[in-house]
Each structure stands twice: as structure tokens, then as C-alpha cells.
């Protein structure tokens, strides 16, 4: 049989082997298996693979190879028991949610997430019997003054979109588990790669694979991952509820594992040198970037991320005309509300991502009409900031 070395203490070496599933033609990269359902040799193993007495694949909305690689290495990455792997960002958002919270359940969730999350929670799971009370990421008191016996879970996103701001992991997921409640961490904007918020307490771990993951803008794809015990729970959901991720996905995501680490070090240079050039430009009323030392919460960054990450935002003087005026005479970055891809993006968050928050949702979460979000890319940095010079 082949050598079948395929775990390390080393994060690299992770990326490139862990979760490898090879089969007997001895293929050296990792195969795509593009089928719906899975044979069988004979009545009595079709049966007993349905009642799940014998370990095996019966049909790829429940398990598919190619999707179990990918669910295995970033369970590794990610430092989780477990991972189950969804069709998009959202579908683990929501796979997350209805297998753990019922309806008369209370959750907390920060202000700063996703616009999306956000509609997720008030046009849907609200509609469903949830209790949703919002806070400010950072603060302290309101998290703790907006607890309730049936709190069920927290719903964090650090650093948070578009506005770069931290929370204490470690005090949340304290705070949480002295309630017998959970918390769950959006690592989106970090990915493994330079952040792990399972060592700092965090039960339910939520990607977007088509950011980072993916890397190159090319798939749409999520995750959940914590415990055994939580994610049989998400796994029964995905199986009934049909939330799973195409294996062909699944394959690109695990592609893009491999690279994450480099990519993640690189846009995160980039990253760095654009914010330090845009805080001395005098156009520019402030810069977002948790890898400054003007960064309010730069000594938690430091404890909790190994780096600033991709993402940039700033305000430039003046309103929407201004931001949006900048936007159009770019001719290099991609007018987009993607990020995470090869290629720098700029958006106006105010009317694109958060454009379906009302007035006092922006106000609250301090999404202005002269604020810009730029997803640093790979380009030569020196290219990204001559175009918006
Ligand atoms: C994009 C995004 C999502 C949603 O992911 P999709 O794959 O687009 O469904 C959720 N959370 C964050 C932080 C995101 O950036």
C-alpha cells in the first residue's frame, strides 16, 4: 500500500496532505469524484449502508470522497473535531442555526456581520420563533447585559466587515459557556491560516468558501465545523435539509486549501503596505486595518491573529460622491462586492453589501456613504495604489 503519512503539528504540511483519500489506481493528486450515488455489491450491503451500520457511501447529499478530503483537511486546519461542508456561505449559516436552535431560542449576534447574515436572521429564522437581539461586537457590557436564560448561541465575525473590528474570542466564548450557551465565529476574513478560534474557546467555526478558501473566485461554498456531538446534529440538517456542497466544489476548495497559507501571507502584505500609504494620503479621513498600531484594539489583534489580514477599508473626505468618484476612475481594481479573489476589489459597502440594511442598521454599524472596502489581490502593490493615487 502507498505511504500513508498524512497528519502534522505543521499547518503547511496539513494544508497539502491532510484529508487525502486515495484510491487503488494510485493517483498522487487528490481525485474529483463526480457521482450522485454509489453502488453497492449486493441487496444486503445496500440496506445495512442505509441504516448506516456499515460505513460507506450511499449517495453524495449525504457523503461524496472529494467533499470528505476537503471536510478533513480544514477540520485539521481549522483545529475542529469535525467539519460538514455546505453549497455556500449562507447555507452553513443557516444549516448551523436550524439544527442547533429551536424556535423560542434566544442568539446573539453581533451588529458588524455579513449584510446577508443579517437579513438571514430578521426576514427568516425570526419568522421561524427566533428570539435575535443585536449588539456592538466590541462591547463588553452589551454582550453580557443581553444575555438570557435561553440564549442559545453568540454570532460573531472578527475582524468584522467592512469595518475591521475585533472582538475578544476568549471573552465571549467564556461568557457563553458560563450560560451553557455557544459561540460561533464567521473566520471568513482570516481562514485558519491567521487565525484559529477554536484555541481561544470558540465552539462552531462558519466559512465562506468561496472567499479565501477558493482564493481565485471561481466557487460557491461553506462550512460548519466544531465538536462530534454538534456536528452529527448539522449533518442530520444537510442530509434531510439538502444544504451539501457539489463535489466538484469541493475539489476546487481543496485545491485551494493548498495555496491558502502563501496567499493568505501575500494578501496580507499588500494588505499592509496599502493601509500605511493611505493613512498619510490627505484625501483620506481614516483608515481601517487591524494591522496598524493606530488600530483601537491593535494589542488584541496581536493576541489573536498572526497578521491584518486582506481587507482595507477607509473613509475619504467628503460623501458618496467623493467614494464613488474614486470607484469609477479606478482602471485596475474590479468594481465588485467579492473578496478573497486574486484580484484586488473595491466596493461601496453602503450601497451594495449592506445596500438591504435600512438607515439605523448602517447608522448602528457605521457604514457611511464615504466609506470604501478594498479586498487586496496579488497584484504588484505598487500597481494597486498608483490606480487609486
Ligand atoms: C460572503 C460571506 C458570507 C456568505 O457566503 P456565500 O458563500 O456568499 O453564501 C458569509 N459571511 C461572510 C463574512 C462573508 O464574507
Known sequence: MNKKKTRSTKFETNAVRAGTIRSSQGEHSESLYLTSSFIFESAEEAAERFLNQETGNVYSRFTNPSVKMFEDRLAVLEEAEECVATSTGMSAILSCIMSLCRAGDHVIVSRSVFGTTVKLFDNILSEWGLDVSYVSL????????????????????????????????QFLADLAHKNKSLLVVDNCFCTPAHQIPTRFG???????ATKYLDGQGRCLGGAVLGNSFLMKKVRGFLR???????????????????????RMDAHSNNANKL????????????????????HPQFELVKKQQNTGGGIVSF??????EEAWNLINNTKLLSITANLGDTRSTITHPATTTHSRLNQDQRDLAGITENLIRIAVGLEDIDD??????
Not at 462591547?139 to 475582524?159: A, C, G, H, I, R
Not at 465552539?203 to 465562506?208: F, G, K
Not at 473613509?315 to 458618496?320: A, E, F, M, R, S
Not at 494597486?384 to 493615487?389: E, R, T, V
Open 275 to 294: 493601509a500605511v500609504w493611505l493613512e498619510q494620503n490627505k484625501k483620506i479621513e481614516q483608515v481601517y486595518y487591524p494591522g496598524l498600531d493606530s
Open 202 to 208: 470558540a465552539d462552531i467555526i462558519i466559512h465562506s
Open 384 to 389: 494597486i495604489k498608483a490606480d487609486i493615487n
Open 240 to 262: 434531510s435539509g439538502g444544504t451539501s456542497m457539489s463535489p466538484f466544489n469541493a475539489w476546487v476548495f481543496l485545491k485551494g486549501l493548498e495555496t491558502l497559507k502563501i
Open 315 to 320: 473613509k475619504v473626505k467628503g460623501g458618496k
Open 138 to 169: 466590541s462591547s463588553k457590557d452589551e454582550w453580557q447585559n443581553s444575555l438570557k436564560k435561553n440564549t442559545k448561541l453568540f454570532f460573531v465575525e472578527t475582524p468584522s466587515n467592512p469595518l475591521m473590528e475585533i472582538c475578544d474570542i
